[in-house]
């Protein structure tokens, strides 16, 4: 039976291999170019120095080296021309595992998940693919920055803030990891209703222990680190900077009762760098998780309600609720293949509340500072990386085109898979000849 499933993945990985560079000639591969370059006659949303009109940014070895309505352009710079156009950060997508999985009928093609419910030492970012086709496809909508994260256990490893672009996991590295943990719920959905409450209770229960035994363990492998007979164990060492506030812990919770446990756990135990991920029902607790001082990345936010009892707006309201509650809120898809949908995710929160200014900096700024990458994205300013995109209008807006796009200062070629395929096929050749008749294949 395993013989035959690796035949099967074989075949059909052969099958499409072909469709990756479909409608592509050799000759005609568009590559990233560095270089100096104005942006000019542009609307720029800076994200945190408000909207300059008709303004330029000046890009020069990746850094973005000027801004404003009065900005000398230099001799050497390739100058285009933005007229009637916005500028914007690139867009932070604050939780998927783009780059971790392929082809979801196909076990081969997915490394986001590792067997075990302890395995906090294993690096997404070593798991990346940098040749995915659904990098160029997300990064042509102007998502720039991704974070990208394991799952599965309680501790399922070690998630990884990336660019869209590069040759290798190093090169997209954008400068942060975080340890995900996954709190142990209470109990929801089918799968749990057929058990009782006091079933439900206990075995939420014997999961916290095991959670808290190994914090235990890796707050004492801390205070013992520098011992000469400390035995090697990966699994507690990969927890120490979370200890030691070095490195955040990303604890993913849902459930209203579930958050407050979450709260009073990272009390407890006074961790410094924590942040709430998921928060499905974080709009029955907002203002205990704003009182709690804990940021927020929730999503994804075109979702359907938790209960059955909600209203049809629940996941869509939810960000803006935590907002104005006083919660720094970033958003997530949750995706691999569609995170290129995160600015009509962010459009969603805008609509129901959240508003369109406060959703532009969950996806920008709010995701950055969370992430612990705002000195180098996140907002247009001078010394940041140019990791920015100009678009005909409101990247919310599905009729928005983005024309440009940069990622570390790299002019990276608006085409992907996606693109190229729509490109062949609106011009075939040969073309369909609607003349001939067509064929009966039950006749056949």
């Known amino acids: 039976m395993k013989k035959l499933r690796k035949l099967f993945s074989a075949l059909l990985m052969l099958a499409i291999i072909p469709l990756l560079s479909f409608g ?20 720029i949303y800076t994200v945190t120095n408000g909207i300059i009109e008709n303004g330029t940014v000046v890009i020069n070895n990746g850094i973005i080296e000027a801004v ?18 916005e500028i914007y950060p690139g867009m932070i997508d604050g939780g998927t595992t783009l780059g971790l999985a392929e082809i979801g009928s196909i076990a081969e093609a997915n490394d986001y998940r590792e067997y075990g419910e302890l395995t906090p030492q ?3 970012l070593t798991a990346v693919n940098p040749n995915s086709v659904a990098i160029p496809v997300t990064r042509v909508s102007g998502v720039t920055t ?10 399922p490893g070690t998630a990884a803030a990336i660019n869209l672009f590069g040759y290798t996991p190093d090169q997209m590295y954008a400068g942060q990891r975080g340890i995900v943990m996954n709190y142990p719920s209470t109990g929801a959905g089918r799968r749990w209703r057929r058990l009782s409450e006091d079933e439900l209770k206990k075995r939420q229960e014997r999961a916290l222990k095991q959670v808290n035994d190994t914090w235990d363990k890796a707050e004492l492998y801390a205070k013992l680190q520098n011992a000469d007979d400390l035995r090697n164990y990966p699994e507690i060492e990969a927890l120490v900077p979370v200890v030691k506030g070095e490195m955040p812990l990303f604890i993913e919770v849902n459930a209203a009762e579930d958050i407050l446990n979450a709260i009073e756990w990272v009390k407890k135990r006074g961790y410094k760098k924590v942040i709430l991920t998921g928060v499905s ?8 998780i704003a009182k709690a001082g804990l940021p927020v990345i929730t999503g994804p936010v075109q979702a359907i309600p938790t209960r059955e009892s909600d209203n049809y707006d629940a996941a869509y309201a939810n960000p803006g ?19 290129r949908n995160l600015p009509y995710h962010a459009g969603f929160a805008a609509a129901y509340g959240m508003g369109r200014e406060e959703a532009l900096k969950a996806i920008t700024i709010n995701a950055a500072e969370i992430l612990g990458i705002s000195d180098q994205v996140g907002s247009i300013e001078v010394g940041k990386k140019a990791n920015i995109f100009v678009a005909t209008g409101d990247p ?11 990622i570390d200062g790299f002019k990276v070629p608006m085409t992907s898979r996606q693109i190229r395929l729509y490109d062949e096929f609106l011009n075939r050749t040969p073309g369909v000849d609607k003349t001939k008749p067509v064929i009966d294949i039950k006749k056949k």
Do not use: H, Y
């Open 68 to 85: 404003g309505a009065n900005v000398q352009i230099p001799n050497d710079a390739e100058v285009i021309d933005c007229g009637g156009k």
């Open 281 to 288: 029902e974080g709009w029955r607790v907002a203002n205990e």
């Open 146 to 155: 991704v974070w990208t994260m394991p799952q599965g256990g309680f501790l």
């Open 396 to 406: 919310f807006e599905t009729a928005t085109k983005i024309t440009d796009l940069f």
């Open 122 to 124: 294993m690096q997404a």
């Open 24 to 43: 592509q000639e050799d000759d005609q591969v568009m590559k990233a170019r560095n270089g100096k370059f104005a942006l000019t006659n542009a609307k």
């Open 321 to 339: 609720i935590m907002s104005k509650a006083g919660v720094k809120v970033a958003l997530r898809t949750m995706e691999s293949e569609n995170v």
